[in-house]
T-cell receptor
């Protein structure tokens, strides 16, 4: 079945540094979504990518969808303490309507 | 709009007890789903519904039942609680399908002793 994997599982970042988290699917996805969950909170939608090779930016966050629609990345520049949390990618395969699969998440810790 | 609401926020059960986790949304969303979140495992889909009267199994459905008698409500029933069901449970909804923005409720933290 479809598997969505995220790396790294943990990311310790010095404030001001950049980092990237990666998401890989075993099957082609119809689209990819990214969510952020603050400690003790619930997942909150960040963005959705639909087209092959698509790149979207939200201030210091850059999201990319791979050409084969099987992988995605989230790059954060000049990390701030407000970036603390767990970032999840989620996707549904083109043959699995109804079953959105989440990656295990990347937990981000920011050191001032 | 209250969005997606879940009750209770916290619950402690003994092995073998049954209970219902409540989920409601006031956004007239057709698609609703239940996830459980365990450390290091992300969010795993338990059951989902594409509209009133229609439900289907997700990745980890065993030990859970759902029904969808109205558009607004999507309760999750634990038939006979087991320690392996200790988890944080999230309900989510979206307008029509899973590959749209999912709106999550605040979650229910369940402990089974």
């Amino acid at each position: 079945g479809q598997q969505v994997m995220q790396i790294p599982q943990y990311q310790h970042v010095q404030e001001g540094e950049d980092f990237t988290t990666y998401c890989n699917s075993s099957t082609t996805l119809s689209n990819i979504q990214w969510y952020k969950q603050r400690p003790g909170g619930h997942p909150v939608f960040l963005i959705q990518l639909v087209k092959s090779g698509e790149v979207k930016k939200q201030k210091r966050l850059t999201f990319q969808f791979g050409e084969a629609k099987k992988n995605s990345s989230l790059h954060i520049t000049a990390t701030q303490t407000t970036d603390v949390g767990t970032y999840f990618c989620a996707g549904a395969g083109s043959d699995s309507w109804g079953k959105l699969q989440f990656g295990a998440g990347t937990q981000v810790v920011v050191t001032p | 709009n209250a969005g997606v609401t879940q009750t209770p926020k916290f619950q402690v059960l003994k092995t073998g007890q049954s209970m219902t986790l409540q989920c409601a949304q006031d956004m007239n969303h057709e698609y609703m789903s239940w996830y459980r979140q365990d450390p290091g495992m992300g969010l795993r889909l338990i059951h989902y519904s594409v509209g009133a009267g229609i439900t289907d199994q997700g990745e980890v459905p065993n030990g859970y039942n759902v029904s969808r008698s109205t558009t607004e409500d999507f309760p999750l029933r634990l038939l006979s609680a087991a320690p392996s069901q200790t988890s944080v449970y999230f309900c989510a909804s979206s307008p029509t399908r899973p590959n749209e923005e999912q709106f999550f409720g605040p979650g229910t933290r369940l402990t089974v002793l």
